[in-house]
């Protein structure tokens, strides 16, 4: 289903890369994107933007019945190391339902649909070089299509939730909510001290990533989102074949944090039993999880 290539054996050669403080370029004053109202100029297919001098490349996914007035979500998916932006939108061998990390099927047209490609097929992040892409990216999006700004998400599995969190970490302010599966501290961390709603998935016998710093990523946004702390939240034994959902109590207004620990290892489609295998996206339960974090009434707040 996944083409993961050499993910062992290239999770194992990184290291954390350096935190650099990079200021984000958004100074918001609505929700409206500036390319709201008018005529798209931008349609599905792979875009190319240059960002500090080196051709950057992404998929988007426009809703087939895009309106110009309409503000939509925008979705990121991030890939693993060794994967590609192609494997993330197309689905790999599972195709469309697992297409956007099942957030097409989810979205059902209601959201703009994002596949970044890191360089080398990675997110070593340096001195801030993948958060400088994002940022472009959004800015490309914001200006060609009607956004919704306050209903920007972003997700990945692996080298991809490891992005995800650095993005969590540095721009805070400019996503509503993040997804982090069987993520590690691999891409770094600028900034961290800003809320933003938090699901954190992993596997309890991750061993790539694990789990104890999947904990302890979820635990910065415990801290900054002013919630209850998550110590002993509930995980499921080894060889039950089945997942448990916290969610942290006492987070501020909006700001919610949610931890999925899951009887499996490092997989971005975690299964239950009776399932036969513990990754499958057909049947995993993640898509509708994350749809549901995404869209609960608070995420709405703002």
Known sequence: ????????????????????????????????????????????????????????????????????????????????????????????????????????????????????????????????????????INKYIDSGLCVDQVQRFSMGFSYGGAMTYAIACARAKDFRAVVVIAGGQLSGCSGGNDPVAY??????????????????????????????????APEPRAGSRTHITTAATGCKAGYPVVWAAHDGGHGPAPADAPVPSSDDGLRTWMPAAVWAFYTQPQLAMF
């Not at 994107?33 to 992404?58: D, M, Y």
């Not at 699901?199 to 209850?228: E, K, P, Y």
């Open 1 to 136: 289903m996944y083409l993961f290539g050499s993910l062992l054996l290239g999770l194992a050669c990184l290291t954390e890369a350096l935190s650099t403080t990079i200021p984000s370029p958004h100074a918001r004053a609505t929700s409206r994107s500036p390319g709201c109202g008018s005529a798209p100029t931008i349609t599905s297919g792979v875009k190319s933007l240059t960002v500090n001098g080196k051709q950057r490349q992404f998929t988007i996914r426009v809703p087939q019945n895009y309106q110009k007035d309409t503000t939509y979500k925008v979705i990121i998916g991030l890939h693993w190391v060794g994967g590609t932006m192609d494997q993330v939108a197309g689905g790999g061998t599972t195709g469309e339902p697992w297409a956007y990390y099942g957030m097409q099927k989810m979205a059902n047209e209601s959201a703009i649909l994002v596949a970044p490609q890191g360089l080398n097929n990675g997110w070593a992040n340096a001195g801030g070089e993948d958060i400088q892409f994002i940022d472009a």
């Open 199 to 232: 699901f954190g998935i992993h596997g309890i016998s991750d061993g790539t990533l694990n789990v104890a710093g999947g904990r302890s990523m979820r635990d910065r946004f415990v801290r900054n989102n002013g919630c209850a702390s998550m110590a002993g």
